[in-house]
């Protein structure tokens, strides 16, 4: 009996210690965790002109100087890191998959940074995700004011969405709470009182598999990360057809080169029934060598020389779209959400106020190109995902989910990647790369 008193007083003894080795492991572990983070952040950094264009370290440096506020989002397990900007409209600027030293996969243009002063229609600064507030064009138009013509010359971003800072709520290494209060008058002449309220936050690779539904083969590098935007009509008056209404608007920009496809994955069925598969006149008509639509997928060549743009509608969309460099080996994805209810309304963002402003569409994509005097923002591409109508009743919210995952790597995998979510495959992109060169 004193043998086995014994032996368990042994047992518990070691157990014991073992919990408390677990917890000074966990603390210490913690700590070199929060260190890493604390390195990144207060890093002394090599000078600028010693690093590369292109590269995540050089925009981290580039862009803290201009905003010396930055916060980062960073998964101590991995290599992704994402930078925020709440002074710069709350925007994802970049991210990348492989560490300071990797590829800066969003779009940041230095020459509006340099401007010598402000521009009249637009401060593009880039950014891989932002949140705009639409409609751009049409009746209910808050981009162009009450008659005038709806042309480049008369269109000005509103400076909520532009220049103005948005206010900070709450942040850590894996979350982003900002937030921003506006006054937008539309092209019928209504002014909406509303709050903007936008969280960001990173996905581990759980999280990324269960969202996605597939799990992420071996050899791919990632970063992803989701986000919830909301806006609340603060008026003392209901959103009607009458008054018109507002949408949230993401879009993300990022670099491209001459062999990038936007690939759009879509419904398929008879159109008297779901109507057009692809709207594609939003600045004219796009030539046929880059645009095809092939069994279930669109194919939309973004190379950034040629500007154009598509628009797919909720009852076609998937919720998902991607785009493929060809060059670079790199994948991105967005998914959205999408209200496929029968009296779910997309309002219309072409600028033409004579068109049906209750007829739009949920998924949008950009290529960047030249303009008509040969000036170029870019060269840039762009993935947008748009929410229902905004017809809500004073303090009603609606909340609109956009989620960026970006893949490169073993081109295996991003091909598997590819096949399971997007319908399509590299060799299926190689071929019509090819036939468009012909």
Known sequence: MKKKSYYLILIIIIASAYSIYKKIDSTTNNRDRNSKLENIMTLKMKPITEMVKGQFEYDLAYLKDKDPDLLLLTDPLNKGIVILSPKFQGKVFTSTSTGLTGRSLGWVNYNAFEAEKLNEHINAYGGEDRLWIGPEGGQYSIFFKAGN??????????????????QLISSSTRRVVMSKDMMLKNYIGTTFDISVERAVTLLDKQEIDDRL???????????????????????KFEWTPKTGALCIWMLDMCPTNENAYTLLPYIEGDEETLGQIVKSNYFGEIPAS?????????????????????????????????????ENKR??????SVNKHQDATYLNQSWDPDQNPL????????????????????PFLELESVSPAAFLKPEEQLTHTHTVYHFSGDEAALDSIMKNLLHTSIDKIQKIALANKK
Do not use: H
């Open 149 to 166: 013509k709806q042309d480049f010359a008369n269109w000005k971003t509103p400076s909520a969405l532009d220049t103005e800072a948005w």
């Open 290 to 326: 880059r645009l095809q639509v092939q069994d279930g997928t669109i194919y939309f060549k973004t190379d950034g020389r040629y500007r154009s743009k598509l628009g797919v509608k909720a009852n076609r969309t998937l919720g998902i779209a991607g785009n493929y460099d060809l």
């Open 213 to 235: 539904g597939m799990k992420i083969p071996n050899g791919v590098n990632f970063v992803a990360y989701n986000t919830q935007n909301s806006l609340t009509n603060k008026n």
């Open 331 to 336: 994948l991105n994805i967005i998914t959205f």
């Open 359 to 378: 007829v739009g569409c949920a998924l949008n994509a950009y290529n960047d190109g030249p303009l008509e005097d040969g000036s170029q923002m870019g």
